[in-house]
């Protein structure tokens, strides 16, 4: 599969485009890759999805920030699909950024036609939100999930209008099946017309005879469903991904809402993260730290052997490259960083504590030692190991 251009190099223009440019750029692709100005064009038509594609995120603040901040795997691609991805045709397309021309704007009419306001505007349904919760290996590794949800769907039976099979509508006679109504005032200045939605068919057009037996008039039905989602790699808490089209329909026709995937990160027992680096606490006794060791620590997939050097400090930070988490755009991998403790015991024998009072004051015991006699370590070591 081909990668993602950037939305700002799609439409044409600047991160800091304001939303009226922003708006002018895609009228603009909209207007020169049109199917009907560009009939049987398909490279036309990839160009006119991928703007609408572009403006769909760019166009809603809280989705253009997601976008600013993660690229392209913050979107719906990241759960599993982007915008095409998610069965979007050229009525979706329509009737979601349609009014972006105006009704009275000579452009009107390529989307959907009647111009003059006489088009109707397809309704979207509402989004659905869902917490995930991820551990750390999912979140550093990323992971196919299938997750369940229950939302509104099309009827089948009616195919979505409402009506008895799917057949026993008529006509509105108010509106004449416009679904719109338009009503003419005299004024001081001359006739005022003003156009509003049908008060009878709710700018519908059609009015049903009979309602459905399955969804009983609503055109829709309430089913759970299984979705498999795609979670890149490096995603974090409170990340919001989105899959278009995922989400209710609304009644009697039109376009599904979203469904958008809240991420919460489940903690680690030993582990915890900081950017997209690792950071394990590890407790040295300090004979250990002394006389200097190998030791095992927990990574984030497995188990990693390590050294300790003669003499290492509290305080001190080891680095093992590339054992954190990816960067979610892809450009690189954190590490894993390996804080030590000194671990001073609480509770002594009678026989260490005696020890100890011997080598208080030993010149290796102040607080820059001297190179000593690591026969004093060794037995030391064995008292705290």
Request: charged share 25%; hydrophobic share 35%; with cysteine.
């Amino acid at each position: 599969m081909a990668q993602k251009r950037d939305f700002y190099e799609v439409l044409g223009v600047a991160k800091s485009a304001s939303e009226e440019e922003i708006k002018k750029a895609y009228r603009k692709m909209a207007m020169q890759y049109h199917p009907d100005k560009n009939q049987g064009d398909k490279a036309a038509e990839e160009k006119f999805k991928e703007a609408a594609e572009a403006y769909e995120v760019l166009s809603n603040a809280q989705k253009k920030a997601q976008y600013d901040r993660f690229g392209h795997a913050g979107m719906s691609g990241a759960a599993g699909g982007g915008f095409g991805g998610q069965g979007m045709d050229m009525n979706d397309i329509f009737s979601r950024f349609g009014d972006v021309f105006g009704e009275d704007s000579p452009f009107g009419s390529f989307f959907g036609g009647g111009g003059g306001g006489q088009q109707r505007r397809v309704r979207k349904g509402s989004d659905l939100r869902i917490k995930l919760k991820l551990n750390l290996e999912e979140v550093a590794n990323g992971v196919d999930k299938k997750i369940k949800v229950k939302r509104h769907v099309s009827c089948k039976s009616c195919g979505g209008n409402g009506a008895k099979n799917g057949t026993d509508l008529k006509s509105c006679q108010t509106c004449n099946g416009a679904g719109q109504v338009r009503r003419v005032q005299q004024t001081m200045l001359g006739q005022m017309v003003t156009t509003g939605v049908c008060p009878t068919c709710n700018g519908e057009g059609k009015i049903i005879s009979s309602r459905c037996d399955v969804c009983f008039g609503e055109g829709r039905v309430l089913e759970e469903e299984i979705i498999p989602i795609k979670i890149p790699a490096g995603v974090a808490e409170g990340m919001q991904l989105s899959m278009s089209g995922k989400g209710n329909v609304p009644q009697r026709g039109g376009v599904a809402g979203d469904l958008l995937i809240i991420v919460e990160e489940e903690p680690h027992e030993v582990l915890h993260r900081d950017g997209t680096n690792v950071v394990y606490d590890l407790h040295l006794n300090f004979a250990d730290a002394a006389l200097g060791t190998t030791i095992e620590v927990p990574t984030i997939n497995a188990k990693a052997r390590i050294t300790i050097e003669a003499g290492t400090q509290a305080g001190k930070i080891l680095r093992l490259k590339g054992k954190g988490i990816k960067e979610i755009n892809g450009y690189g991998v954190g590490d894993q960083l390996i804080h030590i403790n000194i671990w001073t015991p609480k509770f002594l024998t009678k026989e260490e504590i005696e020890i100890l009072e011997k080598f208080r004051e030993a010149p290796n015991f102040q607080p820059k030692p001297n190179k000593g006699d690591k026969n004093f370590f060794e037995k030391m070591r064995d008292f705290f190991n």
